[in-house]
């Protein structure tokens, strides 16, 4: 299982946003994280924890192993409030799980 | 640069069946963990399964096991989802994704495809 926490996120634009994901089995860095707009693709934005996927604006930061995650947006623009999951990879069964998901909406 | 597109919506009705495309283009997926994730109206995305079309090995979530296939045709660079007896709860976004060479982690997404089970 991942939790994600908080469910929902308001923030003004400008702020800082703190986005966490809890594991319940220790996955060293294996965790990535996305960004979900409505009717368009998920956006894959950090691997392996911390790694940012191409063309993703340093702003965006993942950190933690184990079974702690964290994603954070240094200053929120107005293209990034949306949907974020966390999802992780099982070694076996092989298997994919995502989180419940952090909606990050305009205060 | 790999894209993945899907087939167009669909509305169908309930224990019949449904079947989605993902034709992939800029690049074979043969060899890549394809999966199908979904995300119900007010859910999140949910895994479903996954093939590696070269070899034809699959796995599938248990919620899903017998009532998906998920299968692939190598000389269309082409995987296909298709979810049998649909019921209204199946109602969905239905997605492609195209893993990364560690298998972890999902690079490339197709658009989508609405699924609408409605009698």
């Known amino acids: 299982v991942l939790t994600q926490s908080p469910a929902t996120l308001s923030l003004s634009p400008g702020e800082r946003a703190t986005l966490s994901c809890r594991s319940s089995?220790?996955?060293?860095?294996?965790l990535a994280w996305y960004q979900h707009k409505p009717g368009q693709a998920p956006r894959l934005l950090i691997y392996?924890?911390?790694k940012r996927a191409t063309g993703i604006p340093a702003r965006f930061s993942g950190s933690g192993s184990g079974t702690d995650f964290t994603l954070t947006i240094s200053s929120l623009e107005a293209d990034d409030f949306a949907l974020y999951y966390c999802?992780?990879?099982?070694?076996?069964?092989?298997?994919?799980?995502f989180g419940l998901g952090t909606r990050l909406e305009i205060k | 640069q790999i894209q993945l597109l899907q087939s167009g919506a669909e509305v169908t009705k309930p224990g019949s069946s449904v079947k989605v495309s993902c034709k992939a283009s800029g690049g074979s997926i043969s060899t890549y963990v394809i999966i199908w994730v979904r995300q119900a109206p007010g859910q999140g995305l949910e895994w479903m399964g996954g093939i590696i079309p070269m070899l034809g090995t699959t796995n599938y979530a248990q919620k899903f096991q017998g009532r998906v296939k998920i299968s692939a045709d190598k000389s269309t660079n082409t995987v296909y989802m298709e979810l049998s007896s649909p019921q209204s709860e199946d109602t969905a976004l239905y997605y492609c994704a195209k893993a990364s060479e560690t298998e972890v982690y999902f690079d490339h997404w197709g658009q989508g495809t609405l699924v609408t089970v409605s009698s």
């Open positions: 392996d924890a911390s």
């Open positions: 089995q220790s996955i060293a860095t294996n």
């Open positions: 999802q992780r990879r099982d070694n076996w069964p092989p298997m994919y799980t």
